[in-house]
């Protein structure tokens, strides 16, 4: 864990208590039967393949008398090491959290040299690698942009425009671009409305919000 990590744990600490990180892994057969057990729901023109074991965190604090409290989140998030497994799709390859909620939640990562860093703030949840393969009706197998389509797919920095539909041949607007660069990268942010045209509640609304914020 990182010292702002730890530093920002330790202001929850009693007196002579400890922090225990426990991490459980599953084969890989196992961690597709873990996504249906919770219960996730994909679209049909997805496919998701898992690579590597299911890894399972819990991170507690232990007082003195051995009471736990779980650390469900770590701000600022810590980063984390992991070897990408070598039969694995980098392209198609991110990082998952299986949600109690039944969600998969793309944690994303920076791969190089067979090793990706993540940054990970929900200690007390299970992550596995997945390949996730998006296949577009209107994406022919000739066109020239399939592969990178599908990259930017799997990276979540584009979905399409509606259901299975990515429309190569269309345009792009200035909230569809704003919504990628707030994905590729990472940008949060919040705030009253900057520009008259820009909808509470549109579906790119946060992402011009973000952007705004970044300047």
Known sequence: LSAGTLNSIAGELADRSNIRLTIHTAA???????????????PAHVEIRPVGSLIELQLHLVDEEGNETAVEVLDPPTIVELA?????????????RITDDARLV?????????????????????????????????????????DVIKKVAAKHLMQGVSGERFDPHGTMTRAQFAVMLVRLLGLEG????????????AWYTEAVYAAHAAG
Do not use: C, N
């Open 28 to 42: 890989e057969e196992e961690a597709l039967q873990a996504i249906r057990d919770a219960g996730v729901r994909l």
């Open 84 to 96: 990408i497994p070598p039969q694995a799709d980098p392209d198609l390859l991110g990082l998952y």
């Open 190 to 201: 919040a705030g009253t409305p900057a520009f008259t045209d820009v909808p509470a509640g």
């Open 106 to 146: 793309y944690v994303g990562g920076w791969a190089k040299d067979g090793v990706m860093r993540v940054e990970i703030s929900h200690p007390d949840d299970r992550y596995v690698f997945l390949e996730y393969d998006t296949t577009f009706a209107d994406v022919e197998a000739s066109l020239w942009a399939r």
